[in-house]
């Protein structure tokens, strides 16, 4: 199967190789017009693609469409997949010819071949070689040496025959590769002719593959050499620009190879702006100027500047293709550079073309004009003035002018009527433009004004103004490198306001009688008058002379227009003379420029009806409470009486308020200068002291009298706290309290100083106890102890207390109280479990619990204190734990009193911080501890355990002790004596008392105990004998049991007569003899049964 399958795939091979060496005759020469070798796979591409591998070797039939549609052959390459410089031998024997056409192919040229002089190396030679003044190598030194002429030559686009060539003696990169591996010529002291020579073996062995290339030279050299080929293929690819080519091929003759000028291209530059529109006409922009560096592409190193003409084209021809960066060095005037690079690529006898458009600068206009006061320097009008509204004429030129363009006929690029807002401003928006061209905008639609110059003309004036003629020029420069890197300063435009003055003449109403004049009014000099700015609030004073003329007019300014500006001013007489009434103010308006406004005034006589109002001095509010007393004093403060004549004639010397807080007095005053004494405060007041000055200056009528106000204080209050031990009476220090208020409180004047629940005050008590509030307004208040010092109950109940009035004189009352406290409490009562009776001595030990946050968890937990109280209960069996702070206590038993079980449990309580145990103003703890006590003993004669005997038959009494409440880890005692129950004495047994002891840990008598008594029951017959048993903890008696009845304790000795002649006994044995014989004769019944059933 095997076998066949190889005969199946030789089959196959050799008809597929067949083919490939039988192609179209047409497309195999045209395909080998062009030939690589490459050390690399090759790369397919378009449309046909025929391969065949052949172990190491591939070849492929390339081809592409052109720009018709039709089939264009681009050669056939040959690579060789995995082959080194050392195994080119052995390759190249399988098709020498096809490996010598192995290279990458162009387009066919023709060059002028120079055929030189021999040269000799090893023990062969060649000839120096020239084309078009370059120099060319023989690739095929086994063939003849071809004749001076004309060839036509196919151009090499890669492979090692290029590079060869491209590094060899003579190629430009030749320094490149002497600098990393030295000359190419063998030995120290090579020659010209030596490299050239080796040069040429090696580009033959580059071309042909095989060591032929190194034909006359010996091993060494040839390895040598082939080092060196290796060399040329470590070496970077030559540049593309870099031309090659091969000629004299297909021919007897060598075929050639050499290399001629650089493949070359061209690149044409055009540069735009962004804006032509600006740019048109617009001596302030340029599309000439513009430099541009051409870089290697990815490095900078600038090769080629070209700069841009008067349209924005640059050319630069000759230069390499390639790919290169091109950047901008410099902008055109009035653009922005563009500094980022961009790629380019230069194709052979091509013109590359690159576009640049270039940002315009601009200046990024809001605000292009401020109007200001020429007087002030100010943007802020006088007076009634305004700056709104003026409107002003802008025009752009394109250019830049030092004076008014239009002077010298040039037409504006565009023009605006724009008005000035509240401001005086101008910016440049659609609001503000009354009339005109549509605004320059840049590509973000704002708007902008381009490099040029811009004039300012003001064509109506704003209210109040003169109209300014001038005509104001600035420029827009560039000054930088940004698109808006531009100076534009925006004018300052002033005007001059209108102003005018005003005159007045003033006499007084009487005539002067003693005066020269008769009958004429006569003059009054140093009247002041006040003029005042109904817009702005500005005033000015003026002061009538001795003819009693008074003017505004302004000695010195320029042109004399007067000393008020546009506006409507307010006249007022600032001072009458005495007993005369001043002129009522008047209203003057000053709107034309340079006028003056004339007037004649005259004063009358003054009196005025005067009217008291009582007011509280904080609140401003009338006191409405009738009662409040005062005396009228003239000028020299004695007192003056008035005189009322209806319905009787009635003379007043002192004045009261009404229940309104206020009096009139009777007749009105003249002019001049007076006061009030008060006599009598109203009531809740203090007396106002001093007196209270008026002027009457000006005429007042009945139904608006002239006012004169009173004001008095309201009487206030302090509270005074003291704060006492409930137990002790001593004072407590740091005791907080809120002073509430317990209702609205009010002064008489109606106001509510503080609503009910408002808190007036926080106190302290100090070392005392006494704390004082600060001062109050009369009234009801609470006192809230809202934090107890420590070791006290906070009081459930607020103390309510009243401050009141208490006289005129009295500015602050006082009122006291004292508040008690109760301390902490806690009791302790100590009893025994049974009896209830109360235990003296027993120690406790109190440790409050405290609460760590733990580190390395971050947790809160709880441990006891290390400080711990101890406390012993009194003779009433009592503790009582006062004053503990607020926090959470854990009270246990420390030592009880000796025969008492030592109670274990803990009694945690918390005292909260009102200071209660738990919400309990007092908390009671019952204790109860159990006394260790014998609960019972069963005494019986040990062998038998019966409660009597024969005498003589033993001698050992066996008591067993049960008790109630033992300590486990205590020692215990017990002792016990046998005691005649007849006489109630001690059992005495050889003249001693017969005795027994025994000590014991309590957890050893959960079950009792057992005491054994030796006694010689023969020398004792007929006695009944007690056992009493005493229990010691230590040296401490805790209980006995003595009870000469208990017959429990109690066993007896019979004496031997007694058992013998004992009536009933052989009763006894009878009747026992009787059962045991009954029982036997039920058994063999019950066994003859079982066996009968069987059979």
Known sequence: MRRWMKVVFCFLFGIIFTNMFTMDQAVADESFGKREISAESSVLTQKKQAVLDMETMTFSLESEADEDGDTISKGMILTTAGITSDTYPAVLTKSDEMFKKAAAISERSKVELTVGEEIYYGNYSTNYFDVNGKPAYCLEPLKDTPNSGSYETQALTGGAVRKGLYYAYGGPGYELYRAKYGAIGIGENYSVNDEYCMSHCILSYLYMGTEEAFLGLDQQVIENLKQKAKNIESMPDPPESFYAFLFNLNSAGQTMGGSGKDRVGSIEIYKYSDHPEWIEGNR???????????????????????????????????????????????????????????????????????????QAQYYPIDLILQKKDKETDQSEAEGAATLEDAQFSIKYYSGYYEKNPADSGVTPVREWIMKTDSEGRIRMKEEQKVSGDPFYKNTEGEVVLPLGTVTFQEIKAPEGYLLNNEIFIETVREEGTGQTDTIFQCPTIPDQIIRGNLQIVKFREDKEEESEQGEQKVPLEGIVFTITSKTTGWQCEIVTDENGYASTFRQGEEQQKGGLVYDTYIVSEKKAPEGLTPVGDFEITIEEDAKTLYYILENKKIFSPVKLVKKDSETEKIIPVAGAVFRLLDKDKKPITMTTHYPNESVYDLFKTDENGSFVLPEKLPAGNYYFQEVEAPQGYLIEDGLIPFTIIENHDWEKPFIVESKDRPAKGRIYIQKNDSVTEKGISGVKFEIKAAEDICTPDGTVRVEKGTVVGSLVTDQSGKAWSEELYLGTYEIIETKQAEGYILPEKSVEIELEYEGQDVPVVTKETEILNKPTSVVIRKSDGETKKALSGVKFELREKISEI??????????????????????????????????????????????????????????????????????????????????????????????????????????????????????????????????????????????????????????????????????????????????????????????????????????KEEVTVKTGDNKVYMKQTILIMSASVCILYATWKRKKRRH
């Open 854 to 1055: 733990n580190e390395e968890s971050d947790a809160e937990e709880e441990d006891l204190s290390e400080e711990k109280t101890t406390y012993i209960t009194d003779e009433n069996g009592e503790i009582h734990l006062s004053y503990l702070r607020p926090g959470v206590y854990c009270l246990y038993e420390s030592e009880p009193l000796t025969g008492y079980i030592k109670n274990e449990e803990v009694w945690e309580f918390q005292i909260r911080e009102d200071g209660t145990v738990e919400g309990e103003q007092e908390k009671i703890l019952e204790i109860e501890n159990h006394h260790t006590r014998i609960t019972d003993t069963h005494a019986v004669w040990k062998e038998s355990k019966a409660k009597e005997i024969i005498a003589g038959e033993e001698h050992i009494i066996c008591d067993t002790v049960n008790f109630k409440y033992m300590e486990a880890n205590a020692s215990y005692t017990m002792k016990g004596i046998l005691m005649d129950a007849d006489t109630g004495k001690e059992l005495l047994q050889d003249g001693k008392p017969v005795t027994s002891e025994k000590t014991f840990k309590g957890k050893d008598a959960k079950d009792g105990i057992t005491m054994e008594f030796d006694v010689d029951s023969r020398k004792f017959p007929g006695k009944r004998i007690v056992v009493f048993e005493v229990l010691y903890l230590g040296d401490c008696l805790i209980d006995a049991h003595r009870d000469l009845r208990n017959q429990e304790q109690t066993v007896s000795i019979l004496k």
């Open 284 to 358: 302030c922009y340029s599309l000439a100027g513009a430099v541009f560096g051409i870089y290697e592409s990815g490095k900078d190193k600038l090769l080629w500047e070209l700069t841009t003409d008067e349209s924005g084209y640059a050319k630069k021809e000759n230069i390499p293709i390639g790919n290169y960066d091109i950047r901008e060095l410099k902008a055109p005037a009035g653009h922005v550079i563009q500094f980022k690079p961009q790629s380019i690529r230069i194709d052979e006898n091509k013109v590359c073309t690159y576009k640049c458009t270039d």
